[in-house]
């Protein structure tokens, strides 16, 4: 059991009318005395906003790395964070979220990846709403990752494990 669900338990596991000792049972446990009584009392931290965060952009198919977790955490701290404070913070919440290599693109799309035959794309696509007049409010992308012109190398990125 992760020590800060063991010190979770041992706290819900006094018996009504004992003294809740946030500091002793955080000592014994060896978890951090303000994560436990944030914890125990349901207190969204600033961490936790940010495992939220991580979790909707995964939902629309975003799923951020490394760098722009840290870039959110500044943003929320409103002070620098360390270059292993990703690394720190994905081992704290290993149960939430975790990374994994994602590539920009599959092997049989990285061949039509070309100014050419982007061209020609666009020149059918011109040639196709004219003839069957078409309205620019009736178009849509091609697909969920649209034109990902210069993204073909693998990634590390950043899930949630509901997305």
Request: hydrophobic share 35%.
């Amino acid at each position: 059991m992760d020590p800060m669900e063991a010190a979770l338990a041992a706290l819900e596991s006094l018996k009504p009318g004992e003294r809740l000792n946030y500091t002793a049972t955080a000592k014994k446990f060896g978890v951090g005395r303000d994560a436990l009584s944030r914890r125990h009392r349901g207190v969204q931290g600033p961490q936790s906003h940010l495992i939220g965060y991580i979790d909707r952009l995964c939902e629309r198919g975003l799923p951020p790395t490394k760098r722009m977790i840290r870039n959110f955490a500044q943003e929320i701290a409103h002070k620098y964070v360390g270059n292993r404070w990703v690394d720190r913070f994905l081992n704290r919440h290993n149960i939430d979220i975790y990374a994994r290599w994602a590539s920009g693109m599959e092997k049989e799309r990285k061949g039509a990846d070309s100014a050419f035959k982007y061209a020609l794309y666009f020149e059918l696509l011109k040639r196709k709403l004219k003839e069957y007049k078409i309205q620019p409010q009736l178009i849509y992308n091609m697909d969920e990752k649209g034109f990902l012109i210069g993204k073909l190398l693998k990634i590390k990125r950043i899930f949630t494990q509901r997305s």
